[in-house]
């Protein structure tokens, strides 16, 4: 199952987890669905409806795993649909460390690092990553609250910092966007200009992208246009035909949508 982990849990806290799934029918976010393995209580399946925001009108799948250490330590989010966020890990990324603050993708230890598709919540749950032992508890539903913001609220993701990020790219991306559009809630503060971003890295006065010969870091890249490219591409695919109705592509056999006539569903409501 691409981008899972499969966690071993006591009979307890299998028990609570199946309360807890039980409490959704109440209390899910809207336009959010979750459905749990029979096989395995700790492996969630889920799909956000995406209904407004940048995002719309996306159709994400994610996956949710739960460590032996939850609620205290967050659960892992795994967005199996293939969406350009700053908070989504690159399918094709083999690992990001969750401390780590780097530009490049780098291997970490298993308690650090997010899977292939790995949706950070170090931004919403500051001590939900890591190694530290006391945290406060992490619900589930707030875990698919959050996400759900992420994907609908333009003013979280222009929160996001840098070292919070699971794509860079998709980071520096958004907030070339936004910039282009001149909205006053991206802080200057949190996006450095690229004359000094670059001056301070190579340690001289001469912006990088001046130099030949230089290797460009993401954030020197020129990012106009991408996130609008990128973004769009995910959401055709995500609401393509193939990807609704083909079945069982991210390993999700348990969630499937019917391609219905529409005359029908109308007689069937009435």
Known sequence: MAGSIAYRLPSFQRRNLRIEYVGLKHACPENVYVSVSPDDPALWFGVLFVRKGPYSPGVLRFQISFPSAYPQRAPVVTITTDIFHPLATPLTTYTHSTESVADEPVSARDDERLPPGGFSLRHGFPHSSGTQAEVDDVGVVDVLSYMRRAFEDET????????????????????????????????????????????????????????????????????????????????????????????????????????????????EAS
């Open 156 to 267: 979280l993701l222009d929160e996001i910092p840098l070292e919070d990020a699971a794509n860079k790219g998709a980071w520096h991306a958004w907030r070339s966007h936004r910039a282009r559009r001149n909205k006053p809630s991206v802080s200057p503060l949190m996006t450095p200009s690229l004359t000094q971003a670059t001056a301070a890295s190579s340690g001289t006065s001469t912006p990088v992208r001046l130099q030949s010969g230089v290797a460009r870091r993401p954030g020197e890249w020129d990012w106009q246009g991408v996130w609008e490219e990128r973004v769009r591409k995910g959401i055709r695919a995500s609401v393509s035909e193939h990807v609704l109705y083909g079945g069982g592509e991210t390993g999700d056999d348990l969630i499937r949508f019917l391609d219905m006539d529409t005359e029908l569903l109308e007689k």
